[in-house]
């Protein structure tokens, strides 16, 4: 093996000369004071060497044994760590996603094969999104509008109208949110997040997207019918017939609701998968293994490849 480093050490440490190996692996040392002597043979990819010690003479020519290298160990370590603390590094990071830089987009994962959240951490996640400071803009611009137009109109108008409009509409998206998002979640082991596919044809992101008011993914990492954005619909509108004008209360309002919340939600995942990415600010990088974290969970011992016989130096 040619360039190997090579040293003549003195019994007592002291390095006294060095070498790089010829092309051959072929290497000498000349004017080696008397004494005793060994050789240390150090190169890349392969464990280090030393010969036995042995002892020079004054005129003495001392050939050294054969030196035949061994293929250095190769460590693997393997990190392992609970999903949960996973799934916490990427909710953290999922909660600094914004259109814009200001309107929330927490519930999107772009991480395909992100770990499962526990549910409190599906609760966290919810009142983050559900009470951000945008949701309370949002409401009073569309309790605005619901003025303007009046509707509904058993609400009246004037500042009692508005009002009433205005906890109507805020009722309506944190019971949603929360029943969705957290409750029937939780109990039926889902994930509420869209998860972004990015690739493929225009017509299979789209199926993709819009499915997914229909399909939602468990906690196992399965499709399942999405049973909690539409339960979690249909109890809102059910709770929502306390606090609506007796007129517009009933089976309609109920089913009514449903359908409106099952509609925007695909058009939500349809806005996600071709235009919200390109607007979100701090969307996390992936891997080249597709994660934000390629750690995985408690710690392996490191496994040694077995060592085998190389060219002579």
Known sequence: MPQAQVSLIQKSGEQVQTRKSGANGQFSFAEVPPGSYFVTVEAAGFAPFRTQEFAITTQQRYVVPDISLVVAGLNANVIVRPADEIAAEQIKAEEKQRVMGVFPNYYVSYVPDAAPLTS?????????????????????????????????????????GYGKRWGALFADGRSSDLLSHYVFASLLRQDPRYFYQGTGTTKSRLYHAMSSAFVARSDSGKNM???????????????SNAYYPSSDRGAGLVFTNAAIGIAGRAAQAVFQEFVAKRLTKNVPKLSSSGSTDPNASASLPPKSSAASPAPKP
């Not at 309790?143 to 303007?148: D, F, I, M, V, Y």
């Not at 019918?225 to 709770?239: E, K, M, R, V």
Request: proline share 4%; aromatic share 12%.
């Open 225 to 239: 019918p999405n049973y909690s954005y539409l339960l979690g619909d249909i109890c809102a509108g059910a709770i």
């Open 120 to 160: 409190k951490q599906k609760f966290s996640l919810a009142i983050h999104d559900t009470f951000d400071w945008t949701t309370f803009l949002g409401v009073s611009m569309g309790a605005g509008l619901e003025q303007a137009t009046n509707r509904p109109s058993g609400y009246g108008q004037g500042a009692v």
